[in-house]
């Protein structure tokens, strides 16, 4: 089987000969067993497109974050199908699905997952790290993320000394610093105050129409779900609406 495409293989906004990056069919997630198990999904079909901004909404257990976790390649269903860049998630090895992780996809999480000591461009260069980048071009292009979200000035300074808004900015720069073909985010702007989230939106957004990177984004916040070109509403675990969005 042939290695599955990257970021690093084809860059965020290059046209793809299909449209879907990720394509779930029947994704079910059960925890526990017996009377006492909890299906979290119960069969959900979904396509993510290259380009798109996708909010996943519903209720506090509708199976939102489960939802992207999967899709993320962060935990495995327990019935469905998954099929990540053309790939079947169900064949790919170990090293394969962390590649994918750390390449092609960028997370941005409500808890901002830090190294608490470390510096700002430390944090950022993380996933270069990882993948094995030469220390000069980790700091180059850790340089250039943290300029692109009006960070730089803060690249010396420990990540715990941060502002809220700017932790997650920290994060955002982080997460695309691969240059990843889908950003997930789970309640990027819930700890923030409604001006510092809004900036944090039009980050996110602007990501979007200048990288073309894909936004998918777990969120109860309406307003922020109707900026995307497309809602998901989940409710125990069953799509219960799909609507196009802005």
């Given at each position: 089987m042939s290695e599955p495409?990257?970021?690093?293989?084809?860059?965020?906004?290059?046209?793809?000969?299909?449209?879907t990056l990720i394509a779930a069919r029947g994704l079910?997630?059960?925890?526990?067993?017996?009377?006492?198990?909890?299906h979290a999904l119960r069969g959900v079909d979904l396509d993510v497109r290259q380009g798109e901004t996708l909010a996943i909404v519903g209720k506090s257990g509708s199976g939102k974050s489960t939802l992207m976790h999967l899709l993320a390649l962060l935990d495995s269903p327990s019935a469905g199908t998954?099929?990540?860049?053309?790939?079947?998630?169900?064949?790919?090895?170990?090293a394969q699905v962390n590649d994918i992780r750390n390449s092609a996809f960028g997370f941005v999480f409500q808890q901002f997952f830090m190294i608490p000591n470390a510096s700002v461009l430390e944090n950022v260069e993380l996933p270069l790290k990882i993948g094995g980048v030469?220390?000069?071009?980790?700091?180059?292009?850790?340089l250039a993320v943290l300029e692109q979200v009006e960070?730089?000035?803060k690249a010396n300074?420990?990540?715990?000394?941060?502002?809220?808004?700017?932790?997650?900015?920290?994060v955002i720069a982080r997460a695309i610093v691969n240059e990843p073909r889908v950003v997930f985010a789970d309640e990027p702007t819930g700890n923030l105050d409604t001006a510092t989230g809004q900036v944090i939106e039009d980050l996110l957004f602007g990501l979007n129409e200048s990288a073309g990177i894909t936004l998918v984004i777990v969120t109860h916040d309406e307003d922020l779900a109707a900026r995307c070109s497309r809602q998901l509403s989940?409710?125990?675990?069953l799509v219960v609406a799909q609507e196009a969005g802005a």
């Open positions: 495409r990257t970021a690093a293989a084809v860059p965020a906004g290059t046209a793809l000969t299909t449209q079910k997630k059960t925890y526990g067993s017996g009377p006492a198990a909890f998954l099929e990540v860049m053309g790939q079947d998630a169900r064949t790919l090895k170990p030469p220390a000069h071009d980790r700091r180059r292009k850790a960070m730089a000035d300074n420990r990540a715990t000394d941060l502002s809220g808004g700017q932790k997650q900015r920290m989940l409710r125990d675990g």
